[in-house]
């Protein structure tokens, strides 16, 4: 069977969108075998925040269409899929996922290349994970603030990327950023696996803490960052994302 027919056939239909059924083992064999045969793979994660802006922004909700891989990012998501009687493994996080990926992409003798992130936060990331993986070769690049908005430097950061020819570029822009420079210049940047992965570079580079497992698997992830940055997230959790209670009845209709 081919390989995007046989992932379609792992999908789950949750909030209007396709997520893949796989767990965290069987997405990274997936994603280390698309590197060996060298076929383009794109890799998002989804929590609850980035489903609402889906629903509001219509490119982003194509791009989602189109990844080869989407991944539930959060127990709020896999809840939902018990509770629609579709359920999905399990909750596969960009920064749970991303140091697996470098585990094994030692492993097979595979680079891995980062895009995003401040300077500093990126330095420390690439030294820690050199560290911790020497035989993996790890590189990164920091756009500047705005580079979106800049033709040349856009071009600039893609040529830097395909020079550097990694086995697998992930991306840590933030979303829809991230997303949309992934859709966009994939073709450009001519890497086989492309990783959406958000605020990984600052997690990898101990600049910002990960919460206790137990808050993680107990859906409290959320909860942990708010307490961390209160100001800045309060709007995202105790406004704007209380839009999924709309889209649960929405949906839910749709299944009655």
């Not at 791009?63 to 809840?79: C, F, K, N, R, S």
């Not at 822009?173 to 605020?199: D, H, I, N």
């Amino acid at each position: 069977m081919d390989a995007d027919k046989l992932h379609q056939s792992k999908s789950i239909h949750l909030l209007g969108i396709n997520f893949s059924a796989l767990d965290m083992a069987s997405m990274l064999d997936e994603a280390m075998e698309r590197v060996s045969n060298r076929k383009a793979a794109s890799l998002v994660f989804l929590n609850v925040d980035v489903v609402i802006k889906s629903e509001q922004d219509r490119f982003l909700r194509t791009i989602i269409d189109t990844a080869e891989y989407v991944l539930a990012d959060g127990m709020p998501l896999i809840w939902l899929s018990r509770l629609f009687g579709r359920p999905l493994p399990e909750k596969v996080s960009g920064a749970d996922f991303v140091p697996r990926l470098c585990q094994r992409a030692e492993e097979e003798g595979r680079s891995i290349f980062f895009a995003g992130g401040s300077e500093r936060s990126l330095k420390n990331a690439c030294a820690r994970l050199r560290e911790q993986y020497p035989g993996l070769r790890v590189d990164g690049c920091s756009p500047p603030m705005g580079f979106e908005n800049d033709p040349a430097q856009i071009e600039a950061l893609c040529q830097t990327i395909h020079q550097a020819a990694p086995d697998i570029l992930v991306i840590c822009l933030g979303c829809p950023k991230q997303e949309k420079f992934m859709y966009e210049y994939r073709k450009r940047y001519a890497v086989p696996v492309s990783v959406c992965a958000g605020a990984t570079v600052d997690f990898l580079s101990g600049a910002v803490k990960r919460c206790p497992a137990w808050m993680s698997q107990s859906g409290l992830e959320w909860f942990y960052r708010f307490l961390q940055e209160p100001r800045r997230l309060f709007r995202r959790y105790f406004i704007e994302d209380m839009q999924i209670l709309r889209l649960i009845l929405k949906y839910w209709r749709e299944t009655s």
